[in-house]
């Protein structure tokens, strides 16, 4: 472990799920945030005032020069890119948009503030092979989509700034991350969608009969992990599993969701691309070597989404 740093300034480039999940958990600590977007979809405002969210609108890096001016300490990169699902019909989107993204604020670091952090937001799901045991950050990533190839290279070349140029990097490989209803036409999200059957009696799509094995991590705890990583230590490793460590099928996931919501879930049998099978599961001796880590299970963490979802 390196010295250990406190209230770190973060400027979080992308205001969807992770991104507003993290600058409103950043807010709640009393950290001074900073979130670059297009908009901003889930109302920064109003899960924190103004004097703790700065919403800066615009696209990409464009604005980022100015708002490392001000002082930042920490840049997460929380968009580029499509989802998981549209990028296998837009392969070269998909690339261009992440790494149109992840150089150039890489270049903006290193020109105008040197000693700031660069943290991206990537997948371990989309990252890794299936495979028997939990997967740790040194295995060989095997992408079996076009969005894991691009997170995959979006992480060398952070790799490649760090050990050419000298930047502060790290990509943290997040598992299957959920505690949010999002939109139905996002095309990701396998718990969103068993809540949304589970709302509007709507069939969920069953594919693999349900066996495949993936490891659900509840936002809080991302947002947890991660701001207790970007606050402990100055020189993070360049890879960092974040998820539970514990596996669940897709069947036990439509079980906490019919009891935590009192509703069946009802599904229909589709298809099993290789991405829709088997297990996979990271591994967080790493991350637990680094912060003290005890994430919700899938039942508590269903549950929490739960009553928030009864909020709405």
């Not at 696209?59 to 490392?68: D, F, I, M, N, S």
């Not at 009891?259 to 591994?283: E, Q």
Request: glycine share 12%; aromatic share 6%; with cysteine.
């Amino acid at each position: 472990m390196s010295e250990a740093t406190t209230a770190p300034r973060i400027a979080v480039i992308g205001a969807g799920f992770l991104g507003s999940a993290l600058a409103s958990g950043a807010a709640r600590r009393g950290l001074a945030v900073t979130v670059i977007g297009r908009s901003d979809p889930y109302g920064l405002g109003d899960s924190a005032s103004p004097a703790d969210v700065v919403f800066v609108p615009g696209c990409g890096a464009e604005r980022l020069p100015e708002v490392l001016r001000s002082g930042v300490d920490v840049v997460v990169i929380a968009a580029g890119g499509h989802f998981p699902v549209p990028s296998g019909s837009e392969p070269a989107a998909d690339v261009i948009g992440t790494l149109s993204l992840v150089i150039p604020v890489c270049e903006l670091v290193r020109a105008e503030s040197p000693g700031t952090a660069v943290v991206l937001l990537s997948s371990a799901g989309a990252v890794y092979a299936l495979g028997t045991e939990p997967k740790r950050e040194s295995e060989t990533a095997e992408p079996t989509s076009p969005y894991g190839m691009s997170r995959m290279v979006a992480e060398q070349y952070l790799a490649y700034y760090g050990r050419v140029h000298g930047l502060r990097t790290c990509a943290l490989r997040c598992s299957n991350i959920y505690g949010r209803l999002l939109p139905r036409t996002r095309g990701q999200n396998v718990v969103s969608a068993a809540f949304w059957s589970a709302l509007t009696s709507t069939p969920f799509t069953l594919h693999g009969g349900g066996r495949q094995i993936r490891d659900f991590l509840h936002v809080d705890d991302f947002v947890g992990a991660t701001l207790d990583l970007l606050a402990g230590h100055q020189q993070l490793p360049r890879v960092v599993n974040v998820g539970t460590g514990v596996g669940h099928s897709v069947s036990d996931l439509i079980s906490a969701v019919e009891t935590a919501t009192d509703s069946v879930v009802p599904t229909v049998p589709g298809g099993a691309a290789i991405t829709d099978r088997g297990r996979l599961v990271v591994d967080t001796t790493l991350l637990r070597s680094l912060i003290g880590f005890e994430p919700l299970g899938l039942a508590a963490g269903v549950a929490l989404m739960a009553r928030d979802v009864g909020k709405r």
